[in-house]
């Protein structure tokens, strides 16, 4: 009797155990990942130090300089790609958003584009130049939008949030973009990337577009 009760005890405490051992090694792991938020509207400030850090000092623009914002923080993300973007978004029409992807695409970074067929033919929207300087664009072509909003950097850095890529998202609105290097964050999107790119490709037919 006593030897059941010590042994029940023994297996209660042998589970508790490997459950906090399994919750530290999973916390240890996250410590480090990069994980940031950013709001919106953004603080208006020059941004060409970005795409020009050699010269930090060179524009003589009107607007505020060597100022962090949450636009240069998303830019900076974005540029630190290194050998892939995918990106997903529904609406795309801010220049320096599209300049840095422009940008990515003449350093050899493999850039995917996925926007929305109908925002795609508005005027303003960056998509026709994109697809002009050689990246590969797909539109979605299902029934209903496409409202993503996530860009995938080396297939590890997840960028989303209700941010779409217009000038009046990033200076006028309200938004959130998380950053973030988690893992099971990121794997999701990755796959979701892959589900739509090969849906949306022009010679194929797909019959289940939506997941
Ligand atoms: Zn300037």
Request: with cysteine.
């Amino acid at each position: 009797m006593w030897t059941a009760k010590v042994l029940g005890v023994g297996a209660v405490a042998l589970a508790l155990s490997v459950d906090v051992t399994v919750r530290l090694i999973r916390r240890l792991r996250s410590r480090g990942t990069l994980k940031e938020v950013l709001f919106f509207p953004s603080e208006i400030a020059c941004v060409e130090h970005i795409f020009r850090p050699a010269l930090p000092h060179s524009c003589v623009c009107s607007l505020p300089h060597g100022v962090e914002t949450s636009f240069s923080r998303l830019l900076r993300h974005i540029l630190s790609a290194a050998s892939t973007l995918d990106l997903c978004v529904f609406a795309f029409s801010n220049v320096n958003l599209s300049r840095a992807v422009l940008t990515l695409h003449k350093r050899g970074v493999t850039v995917r584009v996925l926007s929305d067929k109908d925002y795609t033919a508005i005027s303003g929207s960056q998509i026709g130049l994109l697809r002009s300087a050689g990246i590969c664009v797909r539109c979605d072509k299902s029934s209903v939008y496409m409202h993503h909003k996530f860009a995938v950097v080396d297939g590890r850095r997840l960028i989303t949030g209700s941010l779409n890529w217009t000038l009046t998202a990033v200076q006028s609105n309200l938004e959130n973009v998380i950053v973030t290097e988690e893992r099971d964050l990121v794997r999701p999107f990755v796959d979701e990337f892959h589900r739509l790119w090969v849906c949306n490709d022009p010679e194929r037919r797909c019959v289940t577009v939506k997941a």
